[in-house]
């Protein structure tokens, strides 16, 4: 049963396969990389450094879940063949972690 776990954890972990196209797959495989990458900072933002360092708690804790939310919502979208707004919700959260 654990082994079966695992096993679903990579496949959802997994960038898309897109038949026919030799340009998609290349372009999912980045900008999976770069949605787990930044989620999981967010989430050692969210639950690490906020908590510890942020004066104004609430309002960080809203931006950077509403970030997490965009992320997960454009990896949502790159599942689903999606390939072009995936990359604009992904560049639009990369936006407002420089405008922090």
């Not at 959802?12 to 949605?35: S, Y």
């Not at 950077?64 to 939310?69: D, Q, R």
Request: proline share 3%; aromatic share 10%.
């Amino acid at each position: 049963m654990r082994f079966w776990m695992v096993n679903k954890i990579y496949q959802w972990l997994e960038a898309p396969i897109f038949d026919g196209d030799e340009e998609k797959p290349a372009q999912a495989r980045i900008a999976n990389t770069l949605i787990i990458y930044l989620g999981v900072t967010l989430l050692v933002v969210i639950f690490v450094l906020i908590p510890i360092f942020a004066i104004q708690k609430i309002g960080s804790w809203i931006l950077s879940i509403t970030m997490l939310c965009g992320l997960a919502i454009g990896r949502r979208l790159m599942k689903h063949n999606k390939i072009w707004l995936s990359k604009t919700r992904v560049k639009n959260g990369i936006h407002k972690i420089r405008i922090l």
